[in-house]
């Protein structure tokens, strides 16, 4: 660390410590008697398996929810410099900003319509003195003023719909600071990611704890965690059951995590390809602001192999599995499946043909928060056997059905009957991919499988997607992750600019398969078959 650096965090002025925090939903123990304390200065990360109970903790922080036992504890230097304990009691978010703490959610909560400037100054007193209007130039100046000073790089004047999630991410931090926080919590901030905003992000927080900031940062990714946490406490069913150092390999943080072994590689032997189980020809995609998102794509997936896209987020891939399953406005090109043409024929018979959808965005998509989870894990075939006959639904099936996949994909909920939205999300995520499997697949599209689950659901979920390459099923894996794609697929397909513009075997070096999804071209040399090689 730097002198500059060691500085800085002398400086730095707020502790917070949490004593015996203790939250509970009906009868279960959610946060047990948790005890943690987070110096000045310090990044701290809270590391444990989904449904741990790491984002009920910090939603207590933040005035969200309130404690059933214990308590917030912040010291500040006094005149002499020594720590002053006051306890707190936070009603509402207002109180815990006051206080001086500030929290990026996993979803922002900013207005799409309005500008960065006047999403910072939304529900704060940025009033201009003679008109008692919102002061929009003095919004835009303390915009710059804290992006200078962190390196936050946002135009105050760009409307929020317009930037990317990254950037969307930045505004809210910007928010947070302009509110004088000391202490931010980072809930999963990496989830939404792609790897360059991951390293941007990464680099705003050493800035940030160089100027004295205290990070709680929450995370499944072990490898962000070893490169910025200065401590590690790790959570287990609703207790601090220790704390790691920065310096503990993967799978050691991994075991602690979810308190046995993990694989941490997918194990898999050679695809053995069948007949084409996908076939998209000069697919071309608009969306609602007619530009060509996907453009001209072709792309094959055989029975039995796993095919991953990789690809910067935002490069068509969203749009691509939206097409495949008839949920996106194609303008051409044509969609084969088991091969029949099915592009046209609508969603339902999509699936009704054995194609399983993960879709990338699970609150929007994927669930349906208030329904229970026994009614997500049946949404795809409710009105079929064995969940119906004749239109009456069979009650008694729908929950053995339930019962198995909540033991099977180790679902952590007090019941079947439980809403899906007071899950956590990685539990959600696990409903998802439950109902999913739970059927014959021909075809499995499988868009960010593993977003926010813990390293154990992770392994399970790579598991099976292997396995149901081997009972023969096609499977096209769209991750951001680039470890993922590589360790999964059997072949990776390379999207640029809305086009497949390179196939590569997954052993392919990553830097030149970074080359390719920064769109430089293939070299006619180099051991990749591009389209044109390949006949199509
Ligand atoms: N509002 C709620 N009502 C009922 N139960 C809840 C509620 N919020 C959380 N829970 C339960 O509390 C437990 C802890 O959930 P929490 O969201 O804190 O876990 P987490 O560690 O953040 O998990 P993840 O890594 O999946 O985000 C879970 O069993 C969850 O189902």
Do not use: W
Not at 101 to 112: A, E, K, S, T, Y
Not at 393 to 421: C, H, K, M, Y
């Amino acid at each position: 660390m730097c002198d500059e650096e060691q500085l800085a965090r002398r400086s730095a002025t707020l502790r917070l410590q949490l004593r015996g925090l203790t939250k509970r939903f009906g009868s279960l123990v959610a946060n047990d008697h948790i005890d943690l304390t987070v110096e000045p200065g310090e990044i701290h990360a809270l590391l444990g398996e989904n449904g741990a109970g790491k984002s009920t903790l910090m939603n207590m922080l933040y005035g969200l929810l309130t404690p059933d036992e214990g308590e917030i504890v912040i010291s500040r230097p006094d005149e002499s410099g020594d720590m002053v304990e006051t306890v707190h009691r936070f009603d509402s978010p207002g109180d815990a900003l006051d206080a001086g703490l500030g929290m990026v959610h996993q979803h922002f909560m900013l207005v799409p319509v309005f500008t960065v400037a006047e999403n910072v100054i939304l529900g704060r007193e940025m009033t201009n003195e003679r008109t008692r209007l919102l002061d929009r130039r003095k919004a835009r100046q303390a915009v710059r003023t804290v992006s200078e000073q962190y390196g936050l790089q946002v135009d105050p004047d760009a409307l929020v719909e317009d930037i990317p999630v990254g950037v969307q991410q930045r505004v809210e931090i910007i928010k947070a600071l302009i509110s004088d926080c000391e202490l931010l919590i980072l809930d999963e901030p990496t989830a939404v990611l792609t790897p360059q905003e991951i390293d941007e992000l990464l680099e705003i927080m050493r800035q940030l704890r160089a100027d004295g900031k205290s990070i709680v940062f929450i995370s499944h990714k072990l490898k962000e965690v070893k490169a910025i946490a200065d401590r590690i406490t790790v959570i287990r069913h609703g207790r601090v059951v220790g704390e790691a150092d920065p310096s503990a390999s993967e799978s050691e943080l991994a075991a602690l995590m979810v308190g046995r072994d993990v694989r941490l590689q997918v194990e898999k032997t050679d695809a053995d390809p069948g007949e084409p189980a996908l076939e998209i020809r000069d697919l071309t995609v608009v969306d609602e602001r007619g530009f060509h998102a996907v453009d001209g794509l072709n792309l094959t997936v055989n029975a039995g192999e796993i095919v991953g896209v990789a690809g910067v987020q935002g490069n068509g891939q969203t749009e691509l599995a939206e097409a495949i399953m008839a949920l996106a406005p194609t303008v051409g090109g044509s969609i084969h499946i088991g091969g029949r043409e099915l592009a046209h024929a609508g969603t339902s018979r999509i699936i009704e043909a054995g194609v399983g959808y993960i879709p990338e965005d699970r609150s929007l998509d994927g669930v349906v928060k208030e329904f229970s989870i026994e009614e997500n894990l049946i949404l795809n075939r409710y009105n079929r056997p064995p969940y119906a006959r004749a239109g009456v639904l069979n009650a008694v099936e729908i929950s053995r059905q339930a019962a198995a996949n909540i033991e099977t994909f180790d679902v952590r909920t007090p019941s079947a009957s439980t809403p899906v939205g007071s899950l956590s999300g990685g539990n959600q995520q696990k409903v998802i991919v439950a109902r999913e499997f739970s059927r014959p697949l021909k075809l499995l599209i499988a868009a960010q499988p593993t977003r926010g689950v813990d390293v154990g659901a992770m392994e399970f979920i790579h598991s099976r997607i292997v396995a149901e390459r081997d009972a023969g099923a096609g499977v096209l894996v769209i991750s951001s992750e680039l470890d993922e794609v590589l360790s999964l697929s059997d072949r990776v397909a390379v999207m640029y600019d809305g086009k497949i513009v390179a196939e590569v075997s997954p052993d392919t070096p990553r830097d030149e398969i970074g080359r390719l999804m920064a769109g430089a071209t293939v070299q006619a040399e180099e051991p990749v078959q591009t389209e044109e090689s390949d006949g199509d």
